[in-house]
């Protein structure tokens, strides 16, 4: 059985602004929740359950909030959380630090499940995708982003030991390193994991002001056996 413990570097020590994270996201212009909004608004079907792994204080659930749909979120931050819950738009919070904590969410029971801007705390191209696919129903998606190496051609990169890419010049994402993925391993990743029918939506200037690229994953969960 796939053990996250083992493969995902830890981020609880990863420090957000707290109370006035909202207003700092803001302040920046991200914008990331808004464009996946618009991009899977036209398939949205009432009663529909999703996850939002990585939910912070629920910047994605206030694009997706309805009656229709079912809104499960699960965060490392306990200060996050609680101004998730202040906004009662989950039907259920957890309290998950990816890489120490057990993964709560395996039975394939979400119609959707998806992380944004949560890609850059792991190393490997597979891991977030293997944690979604397996909360996830038959037919259902899975949508993350990453950092595409060549959208950042530019600069230089290196290998830290967990053996993920980051940045030479800047080692530190928050207080861990900030991981950097190949389209070609994001690929390989999904393959591997049924996950069909995928494509890859750049997105720029979903951080507002510093206009950086990301690259927007759909892709449905088909297994061989359907």
């Known amino acids: 059985m ?4 083992q493969h995902i570097e830890p981020y609880s020590s990863y420090v957000r602004s707290g109370a006035n994270y909202d207003n700092h996201t803001a302040d920046l212009g991200y914008c990331l929740p808004q464009i996946v909004f618009e991009e899977l608004q036209p398939i949205l079907r009432k009663g529909w359950r999703i996850l939002d792994v990585g939910c912070g204080s629920g910047l ?6 309805g009656p229709d749909l079912e809104l499960v979120g699960l965060d490392g931050s306990q200060e ?21 904590d057990r993964f709560p969410h395996t039975n394939h029971d979400f119609n959707i ?15 977030l995708p293997r944690l979604l696919q397996g909360a996830v129903c038959n037919k259902g998606l899975i949508v993350f982003n990453y950092l595409d190496l060549e959208d950042y051609s530019d600069l230089e990169f290196t290998t830290d030991d967990s053996g993920g890419t980051i940045e030479s010049s800047d080692k530190n994402f928050g207080e861990v390193p900030g991981y950097y993925h190949r389209r070609t391993e994001i690929e390989a990743a999904l393959e591997e994991l049924c996950v069909h029918e995928h ?11 510093f206009r950086s690229p990301t690259r927007i994953v759909v892709g449905q969960y088909m297994p061989k056996d359907s």
Do not use: C, N, Q, W
């Open 80 to 100: 996050l959380l609680t101004l998730a819950r202040e906004k009662h738009l989950y039907s259920h919070l957890d309290h998950v630090v990816v890489g120490k």
């Open 60 to 65: 994605s659930a206030e694009r997706f909030r």
């Open 2 to 5: 796939f053990d996250p413990s």
């Open 113 to 127: 499940s998806m992380a944004l801007s949560v890609m850059a705390h792991f190393p490997s191209a597979s891991l």
């Open 199 to 209: 494509y890859i939506l750049p997105a720029y200037g979903y951080m507002g002001i």
